[in-house]
């Protein structure tokens, strides 16, 4: 059974939403799958981890939040050998700024070793559309 870690930070509600629905994603496709709040994850639910991923709203147009995911994150760049073709997934929402944190933050990841095979920017809310998506992405962590 695959184990799948699904990491976020969230203010408003909308990036836990989106975790819990890629979390079923990914039940659904036979993984054990864990999802917490960066505040409770540890480097240990990435390493364990067969696939993972992320989730965080921008601060602006080219950064994810500060406080706490972004120290996270910096702590996997020196592990980039354990993150070697870990396959990850990036999601997050924005609202008067454009989605350019994405690629920044795609970028990033990859420099620390991941394999990023799908990501989602949400504009304020996510509509029936995208959540079906981010449900779609969470089986994709699973392959």
């Known amino acids: 059974m695959k184990k799948v870690s699904i990491i976020y930070w969230s203010c408003g509600g909308n990036i836990e939403l989106l975790a ?3 979390g079923d994603g990914a039940r659904e ?4 799958v864990t999802i917490k709040h960066v505040g409770d994850a540890t480097i240990e639910d990435v390493l364990e981890a067969d696939s993972v991923a992320f989730g965080s709203p921008a601060v602006d147009s080219t950064k994810i939040e500060q406080q706490e995911m972004k120290p996270f994150l910096e702590q996997l760049k020196d ?3 354990e993150n070697e073709s870990k396959n990850c997934i990036l999601f997050g929402t924005y609202g008067w700024i454009e989605d ?3 690629k920044v933050w795609k970028d990033e990841m990859i420099s620390y070793g ?3 095979i799908g990501d ?3 504009k304020d809310s ?3 559309t995208q959540t079906n998506l981010i449900r779609k992405l ?3 962590l699973v392959k």
């Open 114 to 116: 991941f394999n990023v």
């Open 126 to 128: 996510p509509t029936k």
């Open 79 to 81: 592990l980039n050998q």
């Open 20 to 22: 819990n629905v890629m």
């Open 138 to 140: 969470g089986g994709e």
């Open 29 to 32: 496709k036979g993984a054990d």
């Open 120 to 122: 989602l920017a949400v």
């Open 100 to 102: 350019t944190f994405m």
